[in-house]
């Protein structure tokens, strides 16, 4: 029999190995929720993701009710991570992620694939009709911004929706729901778009350019093109904008929209930067040689486009020196061409490279301006030379006050600077003139040339602005 | 430091004192017992677990963390015998400790703190013969080099070899880190 120790040290033992089991089994839970759930926004993963779609898809062919499948991206998300930075970043798709939740129906299921990119797995869907509702329920629960770290952010997701048939696999979903969300992007974003499978062909051409812009920047397949920046109303040019241009052998010329876009989601957007910044280099350098005209002092300038990604490379100072030097160009007769997002990147090596380009006596012109995120701090941090008014605000100035206020404004805070300014997209003898009358001396846009060759392009496109011009945008101010 | 290393002391507490020994030891030390196998607690409850079985049984602490090594082996032989069955040798078997070993454990127990060692693998002449003689450093912030000369004689007990076994320096005593060598005697 035993000893009363005995027994109390057996029950004590019991008592350790029943605590132990439940912990054990707590363990076991947390490592599997880990190995299924998205750590940051708690949502399902990819692979918690496919166990949920061979699930429905099974319980759908067993009922005979198909199920829908949104795929989500954050319009924009990169920008926004860049911008503002990886934290808020990560409180963006978390909030995303809520307000997916929210949207959805309690038989739906939520998962996080990777990224910015989200997906839905809607049951029992008795037609498009019921996933469109989801759809659009998300979209609404976007609608109002989102406040972070006291900055008003604005999340927007492109949907792509699909609706599953008899034969469908996981894959085969995920892959036709991704081909409508690109076309939903595609489409300006903030939208939902049905798959068909024409997108299908779409998402496979994507693939196979993709693939052609890897083969063509091998074989050198790019070259370039300029356009002139005028001097109104004097008409002498003041630079020459570089834009890739890509002649396919087989597919003809491919719209640099386009392809430049593929080089970004490709990764190829630095190498391809690089070749057309050496054709540009190239061809400017031959047309000087070739040409004869004013002194040196009035010769125009060759304006590149770089990308953030080549302005993140440390190299990039001295590799792109070395190509002007090559050339047997001064720094002053290039300018960086650069978007308002790039200098808002939290980056110290873009923003040493930006300086370093600057004491090297390279100019620096900001692109689309007006359109980014707030912020006229980088004005001060970083030496702008130029801003260039992005088209949206030109192409309306003829009929909307608020354009032509706002171009007036930019016009006016860049004199105050001593910044210059280009209006980009000028198309039209009135935008030229209103244009003027506000002061805006530089203009480009297809109103004076067309992308083409250098030695297809003018030397001189004189424009008068007309006294009215300047009546006009004189008498508007004191109307205001 | 895992669970299961608290899960060995216990078997071998109770297999060679009996259950009323561990229960007394859990007591001084003020823990809880409540150890899984995957769990995380901490060093200081394992150092105050053994430093109690030391004071019982008279001994010094780096006796106890031998023992403790020693007779562990077995145990482990018998639950993972994937790591022992591809060997013949001591030496053999202890240099896989970093790649193989400790990488399994890490896979097994996520989180596990697992000690490094480097290894030189030399020649003694011993009675005109070479005698396969394995230098062993040990780097682990523990500072339990006697557990790893116990792990080390009973794995020589494992394979029935013979070892010598020498702590040529040891970090408790101000050197850089722990250096064991170990020579097959027979």
Known sequence: ?480 | MKGIIFNLLEMLVEDEEGDALWESLLDEAGVSGVYTALGSYADEELIALICGLAAHRDLPIDTVLHWFGRRSIPILADRYPEFFEPHVSTISFLMTLNDVIHAEVRKLYPGAEVPVFDFALGKDAIDDRDTPTLTMVYHSHRSMCALAEGFATGAAEHFGEAIHLEQLECKKMGAEACVLSIRISG
Request: charged fraction near 30%; glycine fraction near 6%; aromatic fraction near 6%.
């Open chain 1, 1 to 480: 029999m035993k000893s009363i120790d005995e027994v109390e040290r057996l029950v004590r033992k019991l008592d350790r190995e029943r605590k132990a089991r439940l912990e054990a089994e707590r363990i076991a839970e947390i490592a599997t929720r880990s190995a299924l759930h998205d750590n940051l926004t708690g949502l399902a993963n990819r692979a918690m993701l496919d166990d949920i779609l061979k699930t429905s898809i099974a319980r759908s062919r067993r009922n005979h009710r198909a199920i829908g499948i949104l795929f989500l991206d954050l319009d924009r998300f990169k920008n926004i991570n860049d911008s503002l930075g990886h934290k808020v970043g990560d409180l963006v798709l978390k909030e995303a992620a809520r307000r997916i939740t929210r949207a959805i129906r309690s038989v739906d299921s939520a998962a996080r694939i990777g990224g910015d990119e989200f997906a839905v797995v809607c049951e029992g869907a008795g037609g498009i009709r019921e996933i469109v509702v989801v759809a659009q329920r998300i979209l609404d629960s976007f609608a109002d911004t989102f406040i972070c770290e006291e900055k008003e952010i604005s999340i927007e997701p492109s949907i792509g929706v699909v609706l599953s048939t008899e034969e469908s696999t996981p894959a085969e979903l995920l892959r036709d729901a991704d081909a409508a969300m690109y076309q939903a992007k595609n489409k300006g974003g903030r939208c939902f778009e049905i798959f068909d499978a024409a997108m299908r062909e779409v998402a496979t051409q994507r693939l196979a350019l993709e693939s052609s812009l890897r083969a063509g920047l091998r074989t050198h397949q790019f070259t370039a093109e300029f356009q002139p920046v005028v001097c109104v109303p004097s008409g002498n040019v003041r630079s020459f904008e570089a834009l890739a241009r890509w002649n396919h052998p087989e597919l003809g010329a491919i719209s640099p929209e386009l392809f430049i876009r593929i080089a970004e989601d490709s990764h190829q957007i630095e190498e391809l930067g690089e070749q057309i910044l050496g054709i540009a280099l190239r061809d400017f350098s031959g047309w000087l040689h070739r040409r004869e005209g004013p002194s040196d002092g009035d010769l125009p300038i060759l304006s590149v486009n770089f990308s953030p990604a080549q302005l993140g490379r440390p190299t990039i100072v001295p590799r792109t020196l070395e190509a002007i030097d090559e050339m047997g160009l001064a720094p002053d007769r290039v300018a960086i061409e650069i978007t308002e997002s790039t200098l808002m990147v939290e980056d110290d090596v873009v923003a040493a490279n930006l300086k370093q380009f600057s004491d090297k006596g390279l100019r620096l012109d900001l692109d689309d301006f007006g359109t980014g995120y707030s912020s006229l701090a980088y004005l001060k941090r970083f030496h702008v030379d130029v801003l260039k008014i992005d088209r949206m605000f030109v192409r309306d100035i003829e009929t909307d006050l608020e354009s032509r206020a706002i171009v007036e404004a930019i016009v006016k805070m860049s004199s105050a600077l001593n910044i210059d300014v280009i209006a980009e997209g000028v198309e039209t003898e009135p935008q030229v003139q209103i244009l003027g009358g506000l002061g805006c001396r530089w203009m480009q846009g297809y109103y004076f040339d067309r992308p083409a060759k250098l030695d297809a392009l003018k030397h001189h496109y004189a424009t008068e602005i007309s006294a009215d011009a300047v009546v006009c945008a004189k008498s508007a101010e004191l109307k205001n």
